[in-house]
């Protein structure tokens, strides 16, 4: 049956597999696929091509699986998405049951990834959906892995995490030797976070729209110490901590990760940490805060997360159809006194790590030691890395790798004016920077002043 504009009724489209596209669930998203619109783009074609693509061809990543991962994969399965893989490092803990609706306490223990997908094709396989799950880290995988999707959707609940997909997103795209974009290496990601009554989605096209590092200025730094710091020259509680988290656990249990809800295992923590507070002779260091620095603890709200996976389903459904004009390119939310939302463009950042290859000049006095330099690299806001190893020429500078770290520390002392004397360093030359933050390579050119 044909409407009176000439497109197909949902009621007569076969998605290919034998059920029919006029269901229940998917009743909504029918109004949208097969009926023309002003607010559409002009790529839209309504019809059952268009419902098609979506169902069969589509093939959405979706990063995380906790609070907003679990709103995402039931609001894509219920948008009509049915190949979607979901990836995720974390296993369940029983502290995530008030807000991530698809654990049950059975389940404590066992990978979120695994435990969400088999919740979602349960419910929602007789439709043909299916979740594959993948448990692991993304920097686990490379750019084979995330050309196979059609668009990526981030649920994190990290600023690292978030930077090192979009690196890569950016580095997967290609030229010609002419220097023009193959439009097929562009992989569109979807963005959400929340932060209690806080949240935001947005869009980020590789070389279209501003990335994820251009408004790295807008987040509040993470506590992230620098391993010489808390290794060398502790100088607060937080450092001591780290220290026994990082350091003296890995040299105690090498093969057992600290469990944050052990007691025996924060007690142990907060035990050799005091030790080495009494040691550099640091106050402050209590069991509680141990508890904070191991947990990083994030408050979340369930319906702050359904808010924002709500409005990232959306946009994946426009994106993936041309149904609609697509977010341009931030959207946030505040639900403190009310719901209030607001929709703005992130305009590209001059100078940004990542959407540019411009060489940055970093100024630093010839007085201060290595260590000293690596630290402020480690605060700077433009660059907030975590633990950078640094090139300079066919000469490493530093490395921080447990490995070749010990080679050396030595320099850790010496003035950057000594280093520069002894050759380790050239003036005004460019200098390589790598961090586990990155998935490329961070260039700077190193001059003296105050």
Known sequence: METENGTRSPADVDMGDGSSWNRQEWKDVSNVLFRGSPFADSDFNPGQDTAEFMATQAKLLVIGAGGLG?????????????????????????????RQFLFRAKDVGQPKSVVAANFINERFGHLGVRVTPMVGKIQDHGEDFYSQFTLIIAGLDNIN????????????????????????TIKAMLDGGTEGFKGQSRVIVPTVTSCFECSLDSFPPQVNFPMCTIAETPRLPEHCIEYALVVLWEKEFKDKKPDS????????????AAERADQFKIPGVTYSLTLGVVKRIIPAVASTNAFIAASLCSEAVKMCTYSGPA????????????????????????????CTSETCVVQRSSDITLEEFIQSLVEDERFRLQRPSIACGNSVVFHQSKH??????????KTLQELVEEGVIVLNSEMVITDPTLTSQLKIKLAFGN
């Open 327 to 354: 977010l341009n390119s931030y959207m946030m939310y505040m639900g403190h006194n009310g719901v209030y939302t607001h929709t703005f463009e992130y305009e590209k950042k001059e100078g940004c790590l990542v």
């Open 70 to 98: 679990c709103e995402i994969l039931k609001g894509l399965a219920l948008s009509g998405f049915r190949n979607i893989t979901v990836i995720d490092m974390d296993h369940i803990d029983v502290t995530n049951l008030n």
């Open 404 to 413: 070749l770290r010990q080679q050396h520390e030595h320099k850790l002392a």
């Open 161 to 184: 995490a978030r930077r090192w997909i979009n690196s890569m997103l950016h580095s997967m795209v290609q030229r010609d030797e002419e220097g023009n974009i193959d439009p097929s």
């Open 261 to 272: 809800d052990s007691p025996e295992d924060m007690q142990w923590i907060y035990q050799r």
